[in-house]
């Protein structure tokens, strides 16, 4: 995915250089539709997430599109995954996504695949942003582009899904899925229900507001207590544009993306996949890479976010790896993180051993960890603050070796997280509390 351009109250707000506005929008379409053309390029899809500014986003870059002289199909409302699925399927030469992903229903962004369902290509994205000082020239008449809706895509998307896991039956089992009112909302229950398990749907009622509040992978206690109510075998819990994944077991312990991760990669080198190693970042707990080191799969470590998941993917040539926020890669499945598809992997992982989920990461020790994210508008250099520094050398200095440190300023919203690991618990949550003030007055 390129980068996004996110905005405040829907239409205000600049991240980096880039406002996001109906009127950004409607260029940024005709640069992409321009740039396209000149490349032989004739078709864009165009999905979104459920939050009420994608209607007024998605006729703006239609409307550049179209100008530029290139057909657009609309999808609707669809999730991250199924977009970049049928940019691939529909041989389109590029998808864009209307969605700001995990945040709230205020924000909203774009994000661009390429015509193999992957991030669109460097030269392509800057191509694209030279365009943007210019003035929009309109085609001639008679070649302004012809949109369309496509209204088979959420039963395309289906049946991709479903495909995953070849003879999966999930008859029996009693799943929660929460889909955070977002683009899943009218899939992922389905996907479960078709293959043959019993769905308790949570979060589905979207109405342009509610995306993301209270509910989904980032807000997962409602799911808790639902599977709990419901004495449910597990809980799925997807984000805004389900690309995330969470899971609750059986007595509503939440499962995070670090032990999903090591659920799918042993079930592949069990069942005789080449699993050589898997990719996670530098929140990846460091229990998840004792787990894997006792299986004999190499754990190496990206930067935190999934494009550099992707670029250690790619330069290795391995097939797994994903986020302790659950946004899992399966690359031997599809081209992007993918939540539903990911909650089908770990599902038949679950089927091939005859295990409940608790007993599935019941052998990745997890090192107790404590994250607390503080929001401050001065970000910029706050790591070379001689304060935030003598801080963290104290914290080192009284894990004495046994646990980390990581301090990561947010890509997309104006915070810093502050994560401290280590064996004790209450010292962890200790000194992570005692850091986190210092970093508050950093970036105040």
């Given at each position: 995915?390129?980068?996004?351009?996110?905005?405040?109250?829907?239409?205000?707000?600049?991240?980096?250089?880039?406002?996001?506005?109906?009127?950004?929008?409607?260029?940024?379409?005709?640069?992409?539709?321009?740039?396209?053309?000149?490349?032989?390029?004739?078709?864009?899809?165009?999905?979104?997430?459920?939050?009420?500014?994608?209607?007024?986003?998605?006729?703006?870059?239609?409307?550049?599109?179209?100008?530029?002289?290139?057909?657009?199909?609309?999808?609707?409302?669809?999730?991250?995954?199924?977009?970049?699925?049928?940019?691939?399927?529909?041989?389109?030469?590029?998808?864009?996504?209307?969605?700001?992903?995990?945040?709230?229903?205020?924000?909203?962004?774009?994000?661009?695949?390429?015509?193999?369902?992957?991030?669109?290509?460097?030269?392509?994205?800057?191509?694209?942003?030279?365009?943007?000082?210019?003035?929009?020239?309109?085609?001639?008449?008679?070649?302004?582009?012809?949109?369309?809706?496509?209204?088979?895509?959420?039963?395309?998307?289906?049946?991709?899904?479903?495909?995953?896991?070849?003879?999966?039956?999930?008859s029996g089992m009693k799943i929660v899925v929460d889909t955070a009112n977002g683009a899943?909302?009218?899939?992922?229950?389905?996907?479960?229900?078709?293959?043959?398990?019993?769905?308790?749907?949570?979060?589905?009622?979207?109405?342009?507001?509610?995306?993301?509040?209270?509910?989904?992978?980032?807000?997962?206690?409602?799911?808790?207590?639902?599977?709990?109510?419901?004495?449910?075998?597990?809980?799925?819990?997807?984000?805004?544009?389900?690309?995330?994944?969470?899971?609750?077991?059986?007595?509503?312990?939440?499962?995070?993306?670090?032990?999903?991760?090591?659920?799918?990669?042993?079930?592949?080198?069990?069942?005789?996949?080449?699993?050589?190693?898997?990719?996670?970042?530098?929140?990846?707990?460091?229990?998840?890479?004792?787990?894997?080191?006792?299986?004999?799969?190499?754990?190496?470590?990206?930067?935190?976010?999934?494009?550099?998941?992707?670029?250690?993917?790619?330069?290795?040539?391995?097939?797994?790896?994903?986020?302790?926020s659950g946004h899992l890669v399966c690359l031997d499945c599809t081209s992007t993180g993918?939540?539903?598809?990911?909650?089908?992997?770990?599902?038949?992982?679950?089927?091939?051993?005859k295990q409940g989920l608790a007993e599935a990461v019941a052998d990745v020790a997890m090192?107790?960890?404590?994250?607390?994210?503080?929001?401050?508008?001065?970000?910029?250099?706050?790591?070379?603050?001689?304060?935030?520094?003598?801080?963290?050398?104290?914290?080192?200095?009284?894990?004495?070796?046994?646990?980390?440190?990581?301090?990561?300023?947010?890509?997309?919203?104006?915070?810093?997280?502050?994560?401290?690991?280590?064996?004790?618990?209450?010292?962890?949550?200790?000194?992570?509390?005692?850091?986190?003030?210092?970093?508050?007055?950093?970036?105040?």
């Amino acid at each position: 995915m390129t980068r996004k351009y996110f905005g405040t109250d829907g239409v205000r707000g600049t991240v980096g250089e880039f406002p996001i506005t109906p009127d950004f929008v409607l260029k940024l379409g005709w640069a992409a539709g321009k740039v396209l053309a000149a490349r032989g390029g004739s078709k864009i899809l165009i999905g979104k997430d459920t939050r009420i500014s994608g209607y007024m986003f998605e006729s703006a870059l239609e409307a550049g599109i179209s100008a530029a002289g290139v057909d657009v199909r609309l999808l609707g409302p669809l999730p991250t995954p199924g977009i970049a699925y049928l940019t691939r399927t529909l041989s389109a030469q590029a998808g864009i996504v209307i969605s700001a992903s995990h945040n709230p229903y205020t924000d909203n962004g774009i994000k661009f695949f390429g015509a193999d369902g992957r991030k669109l290509n460097d030269e392509i994205e800057l191509e694209i942003e030279r365009l943007l000082d210019e003035e929009i020239s309109v085609v001639s008449t008679d070649q302004i582009g012809k949109v369309r809706r496509i209204d088979d895509a959420r039963g395309r998307y289906i049946e991709f899904c479903k495909s995953t896991v070849p003879g999966l039956d999930l008859s029996g089992m009693k799943i929660v899925v929460d889909t955070a009112n977002g683009a899943a909302y009218h899939i992922a229950p389905d996907v479960f229900e078709e293959l043959g398990a019993t769905v308790v749907p949570l979060a589905n009622q979207p109405d342009g507001f509610n995306i993301n509040r209270d509910c989904g992978s980032t807000h997962p206690e409602a799911l808790q207590r639902r599977v709990l109510e419901e004495k449910a075998d597990l809980g799925v819990a997807l984000d805004g544009d389900a690309d995330r994944l969470l899971m609750v077991d059986h007595v509503g312990k939440l499962v995070d993306g670090d032990q999903l991760l090591f659920v799918v990669a042993r079930d592949r080198k069990d069942n005789g996949a080449d699993m050589p190693g898997v990719v996670g970042t530098l929140m990846s707990n460091f229990g998840l890479e004792l787990a894997l080191e006792a299986e004999g799969i190499e754990f190496v470590r990206a930067k935190v976010g999934d494009r550099y998941v992707m670029e250690q993917l790619d330069k290795r040539g391995w097939s797994i790896g994903g986020e302790s926020s659950g946004h899992l890669v399966c690359l031997d499945c599809t081209s992007t993180g993918d939540g539903t598809v990911s909650a089908l992997q770990v599902l038949a992982a679950l089927s091939r051993r005859k295990q409940g989920l608790a007993e599935a990461v019941a052998d990745v020790a997890m090192l107790p960890q404590q994250m607390i994210n503080v929001r401050g508008p001065n970000r910029d250099g706050f790591m070379e603050n001689p304060d935030v520094l003598a801080a963290m050398a104290s914290v080192e200095e009284r894990l004495a070796g046994n646990g980390r440190v990581l301090l990561r300023p947010s890509g997309t919203e104006p915070l810093v997280r502050v994560m401290i690991e280590g064996k004790d618990g209450d010292q962890v949550a200790a000194l992570c509390r005692e850091l986190a003030d210092v970093v508050e007055k950093a970036i105040a």
